[in-house]
């Protein structure tokens, strides 16, 4: 699964229609949020650091909600913009999740255990379980 990475306000306009998962590498304002959601219908998921999902707005989050969109807390560790505009979820978590599931454990439990060995927030684990049904 590829993380489209948005470091600033004017890479919005280059955003492709079928985008699925964003990191908001800057603090969005409320209409950055919803050009994105504009710009990319398809989006699942917007992710962003912590410290700039605590200055999202309610009304920004209830609107996220209402559109089927999760807001995911996180960061893209080590990721390097100017080699590449995607970060990748290693297929190796995608592994684990099925040998974890093969093994009969609860989503939680799979959470709980990933955040401990995988360099990923457990929101983004959340939202991966999540969809990988």
Same mark, same amino acid.
């Given at each position: 699964? /590829? @993380?489209?990475?948005?470091?600033? /306000?004017?890479?919005?306009?280059?955003?492709?229609?079928?985008? *699925?998962?964003?990191? @908001?590498? +800057?603090? $969005?304002?409320? &209409?950055?949020?919803?050009? =994105? !959601?504009? /710009?990319?219908? %398809?989006?699942?998921?917007?992710? !962003? $650091? $912590?410290?700039?999902? %605590?200055?999202?707005?309610?009304? &920004?989050?209830? +609107? =996220?909600?209402?559109?089927?969109?999760?807001?995911?807390?996180?960061?893209?560790?080590?990721?390097?913009?100017?080699?590449?505009?995607?970060?990748?979820?290693?297929?190796?978590?995608?592994?684990?999740?099925?040998?974890?599931?093969?093994?009969? =454990?609860?989503?939680?439990? @799979?959470?709980?255990?990933?955040? *401990? *060995?995988?360099?990923?927030? $457990?929101?983004?684990?959340?939202? @991966?379980?999540?969809?990988?049904?």
């Amino acid at each position: 699964m /590829k @993380i489209r990475v948005v470091s600033s /306000k004017q890479e919005i306009d280059t955003l492709g229609q079928n985008e *699925q998962i964003i990191h @908001i590498a +800057f603090r $969005p304002s409320n &209409t950055d949020i919803f050009s =994105l !959601v504009s /710009k990319c219908p %398809k989006v699942k998921a917007l992710q !962003v $650091p $912590p410290s700039y999902k %605590k200055t999202i707005s309610k009304s &920004t989050k209830m +609107f =996220l909600n209402m559109q089927g969109i999760a807001l995911v807390e996180g960061d893209v560790w080590g990721h390097r913009r100017d080699i590449n505009e995607y970060s990748e979820i290693s297929p190796a978590v995608y592994e684990l999740i099925e040998q974890y599931r093969g093994e009969g =454990l609860s989503d939680e439990e @799979i959470e709980a255990r990933m955040v *401990q *060995q995988v360099n990923m927030g $457990p929101d983004l684990i959340r939202f @991966i379980l999540k969809n990988r049904k």
